[in-house]
């Protein structure tokens, strides 16, 4: 059975191809576009169901509260991000400027969650949580999805 942290990377590996290969595009075309579009679908559906089904049962432990809180507050930089990609033309030098920034952002932030937080919290999560956590995320994901 899988668990939170095998169905996080998953997301987090389709995230960084999603990156790279938005940052490999030129001006305003449709591959842009397209890779933005899933993308930012991707990262929004990755956040929410991240926060309701592993930082928030991390919030309920002291030694996983904080990293938890600081993950969720990069979730908010990195919609920050977006969101400035979104109101600049795909044609605009500065588009791939903010794009780059996000990959640095999102990259960063799942190494350090990769790194850091899966270590913290498969000290403080139970087996059967982390499967039950993985299930819930994988259901909520692809709600999202469809």
């Known amino acids: ?3 939170i942290f095998e169905a996080l990377r998953e997301s987090h590996d389709k995230q960084r191809r999603l990156l790279a290969a938005l940052t490999d595009t030129h001006g305003d075309s449709d591959k842009r576009e397209g890779l933005f579009a899933v993308l930012k679908a991707e990262l929004e559906h990755h956040a929410n169901a991240e926060e309701r089904h592993f930082y928030v049962p991390l919030m309920e432990y002291d030694q996983t509260q904080e990293k938890a809180r600081h993950s969720v507050a990069e979730h908010h930089e990195i919609d920050e991000l977006v969101e400035t990609l979104e109101n600049t033309e795909f044609s605009s030098p500065g588009w791939l400027v903010s794009a780059r920034k996000l990959e640095h952002l999102v ?5 350090e969650e990769e790194q850091e937080v899966f270590q913290q919290a498969g000290r403080v999560l139970g087996e059967g949580e982390k499967n039950e956590l993985a299930s819930r995320y994988d259901e909520m994901m692809a709600e999202q999805a469809g």
């Open 1 to 3: 059975m899988k668990t």
């Open 107 to 111: 990259t960063h932030h799942l190494d």
